[in-house]
């Protein structure tokens, strides 16, 4: 997901499936190291921007297996409830490219990077679930469920402390990551109410 490259050549496999029913766009990462990949910072390029490439390259086979065995397909993104305190000034672009303003490594604020990145995820799925009721296209549901703080790599990656705190915190507080997965599976099985929809805990959050 680093490489659009790669993507696309996994889109034109994935598009030559006999069917598909549903896309969960699951790659994503977590650190306070700035690095770029492909033209933005490695967050952007990963958590935000191939997620939607592949999604919008498998969106025509999406449609195909819609039509042809009358199933409703899905698109789900995971999200998290970091999105929440992404710190708006980070997107208070004032006319700017706001990919730019993110690749700025100056201005980067790498500590919110990620939430940052969960925050854009949800305007894009708000935006592209409009966009595809109002087409003509088959409906294609796209959520994007929070599976809540579980036990996983994504905080021991890069630039990330391992410390005794964490470890605490992991312990006493989060899911496994089999129990998160569940609300994945609950996005993927949900309906139209779901569309364009943060969802937390297999509900709908408002
Ligand atoms: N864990 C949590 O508390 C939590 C909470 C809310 C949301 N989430 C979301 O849940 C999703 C899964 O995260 P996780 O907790 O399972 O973290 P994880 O254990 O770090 O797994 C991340 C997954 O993303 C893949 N990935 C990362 N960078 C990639 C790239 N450039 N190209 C292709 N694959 C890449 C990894 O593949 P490799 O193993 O091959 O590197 C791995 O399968 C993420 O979207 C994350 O934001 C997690």
């Given amino acids: 997901m680093d490489s659009y490259k ?33 033209d933005n910072e490695k967050t952007i390029t990963t958590n935000v921007v191939s997620t939607f490439l592949l999604s919008l390259l498998l969106l025509p086979k999406l449609c195909q297996s819609s039509e042809q065995f ?19 000034k980070e997107l208070d672009i004032n006319g700017e490219d706001i990919l730019a303003r993110l690749n700025d490594q100056e201005k980067a604020d790498m500590a919110s990077r990620y939430p940052v990145s969960k925050l854009l995820v949800i305007y894009v799925v708000r935006e592209l679930a409009d966009r ?28 990330q402390s391992t410390g005794f705190g964490i470890k605490v915190a992991e ?11 569940r609300t994945l599976v609950h996005g993927l099985l949900s309906g139209r109410e779901s569309h364009g929809q943060y969802m937390t805990n297999c509900h709908v959050q408002a």
Avoid: W
């Fill in 6 to 38: 790669s993507v696309k050549e996994f889109a034109d496999r994935a598009s030559n499936l006999p069917r598909l029913d549903a896309i969960l766009a699951n790659a994503g990462i977590l650190t306070t190291t700035y690095s770029v990949t492909e």
């Fill in 171 to 181: 312990k006493i507080l989060a899911r496994s990551t089999e129990a998160g997965s």
């Fill in 132 to 159: 595809l009721k109002a087409s003509k296209r088959p409906l294609v549901i796209i959520n994007t469920p929070n599976p809540s703080y579980c036990k996983s790599q994504l905080m021991h990656g890069p630039g």
């Fill in 70 to 88: 009358s199933i409703v397909p899905r698109i789900v993104i995971p999200n998290s409830a970091l999105h929440y305190i992404a710190p708006l």
